[in-house]
């Protein structure tokens, strides 16, 4: 049985992304490594706990000794990275984690790999002839846009904030082990994601907790930025599909083609509890405009038609059917129904 390391596992995308592809590769055993700081949690994972090809291991992506023996150990034949410190106020609060995390830890990963798999630039060793290394970035690499066009695979980095500037950087250090080695490595960037499992202080979490709490539900400026928001199982949909069959060198967009501004998503989560569990007063008296932060990209949209012609792959929920499964799914975990 092959086996693929996995990073991260345990925060939001890779916890959702783990059992799915558990299920569907039956021939592939999973190592699950992750540090487990504020945003990973192995509850997210309890669905899988005791599955004969799942094994998880608490630790750091920078610790050079601990990945070498972890390959050692399993014989790797494909790494999917998503570990990452991703929460952009906490960047700009401490930009130092960020650096460390997600790009020395990326570059530790990228060159254990090569160690591990290659002979010399271009030359794999035997047995490894298929290896691949699959990076997750972000949209927010790109920068922001302006009220219309979209980003694309060819779209010039232009990061604004300390992570977006960190996760830029280990995109460059991926790209420079494929043109400097010739090791097989993919890269997706993503739009927002949203759905099961995702940590408390993002934005969706953020409002539903607000809002059934009592508290006032705090939305940065005047609410009028964009996102394009992508529901998680459709993201790991996708990740899944590079990892098997995207072409070595290549990135590829993934994006739901849901624009949304803030107003707009603050909204449709009031209107929804306001049906599900009513109270005397609307939940949309709850909300409360903050300053906004430093930085602030005012829209994000992303271009998946590459991934879509090349790869055949369709974002199943559109944002109203996946704001109500996540809805539902946060009302369970708060005890709410």
Not at 82 to 90: L, M, Q
Not at 173 to 197: A, D, E, Q
Request: charged share 25%.
């Amino acid at each position: 049985m092959q086996t693929i390391l996995i990073t991260g596992g345990a925060g939001f995308i890779g916890s959702n992304f783990i059992p799915y592809f558990i299920e569907n590769n039956k021939e592939i055993h999973v190592v699950n490594l992750d540090l487990l700081t504020y945003a990973g949690d192995v509850a997210n994972l309890s669905e899988i706990d005791n599955h004969p090809r799942y094994t998880f291991v608490k630790g750091d992506i920078c610790d050079r000794t601990l990945v070498e023996s972890l390959f050692k150990e399993h014989n790797f034949i494909g790494v999917i990275h998503f570990a990452a410190e991703s929460h952009v106020d906490n960047s700009i609060k401490n930009p130092d984690e960020f650096v460390r995390t997600n790009v020395f830890g990326t570059f530790n990963l990228l060159d254990v790999s090569k160690e591990y798999w290659m002979e010399s630039p271009n030359v794999f060793k035997e047995g490894f002839e298929q290896a691949r290394f699959l990076h997750i970035s972000t949209d927010e690499v790109y920068g922001t846009l302006g009220e219309t066009g979209l980003f694309t695979e060819k779209t010039p980095y232009a990061p604004n904030s300390p992570y977006s500037a960190s996760k830029a950087s280990s995109d460059f250090m991926v790209r420079s082990y494929f043109h400097t080695y010739g090791m097989n490595v993919v890269t997706t960037n993503c739009s927002n994601n949203y759905g099961p499992k995702q940590h408390d202080e993002k934005l969706i979490p953020t409002i539903i907790r607000k809002a059934i709490s009592g508290e006032k539900i705090p939305i940065y400026g005047d609410g009028k930025n964009i996102r394009d928001w992508l529901y998680v199982l459709d993201h790991c949909k996708g990740i899944e599909l590079v990892f098997n069959t995207g072409k070595t060198g290549e990135t590829y967009n993934i994006g739901g083609k849901n624009e949304r501004d803030n107003l707009y998503i603050v909204d449709a989560i009031c209107s929804i509890l306001d049906e599900i569990i009513p109270q005397k007063k609307s939940y949309k008296e709850q909300i409360s405009f903050v300053k906004d932060r430093p930085g602030h990209d005012f829209r994000y949209a992303i271009d998946a038609n590459k991934l879509e012609t090349e790869l055949g792959w369709k974002a199943h929920e559109n944002f109203e059917s996946g704001i109500k499964k996540t809805i539902q799914w946060y009302l369970e975990k708060y005890s709410y129904l």
